[in-house]
């Protein structure tokens, strides 16, 4: 995780960035210091911001250009490492889900939900 920091830090600033810089949710001013960076590559940032308010948490993809700065984001559940976890992890192929569907129609999703 040596990609890994706090946005103040870099060159560029959460201030500028207006798309991601309030809570979609509560519309709270997130403080630039809340927003972690997962990773950075030739201008792109992947960036996660907790909500001090509510909670709520968002992932965006930054990128800056010679033409601007562009980004997306969304909200989700997703803590900082969690993000990172399923960012490295492997796909879902079609033997996944009909494994999926095979457990649940024998009760074993039941039983797992129960443990
Ligand atoms: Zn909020």
Request: glycine share 6%; hydrophobic share 35%; net charge negative.
């Amino acid at each position: 995780m040596q990609n890994r920091g706090k946005y103040h830090n870099s060159q560029s600033s959460l201030e500028n960035l207006h798309l991601i810089s309030y809570c979609p949710l509560c519309n709270t001013h997130y403080n630039p210091s809340e927003a972690d960076i997962l990773e950075q590559e030739d201008g792109a940032h992947l960036i996660h911001v907790s909500c001090s308010k509510c909670s709520s948490s968002i992932v965006a993809v930054i990128i800056s250009s010679g033409i601007g700065i562009s980004s997306v984001g969304l909200i989700t559940d997703l803590s900082a490492d969690d993000v990172l976890y399923f960012k490295s992890g492997s796909r879902v192929n079609e033997d996944d889900v009909i494994d999926a569907v095979k457990s649940v129609s024998k009760g074993e999703l039941i039983k797992l939900l129960n443990e």
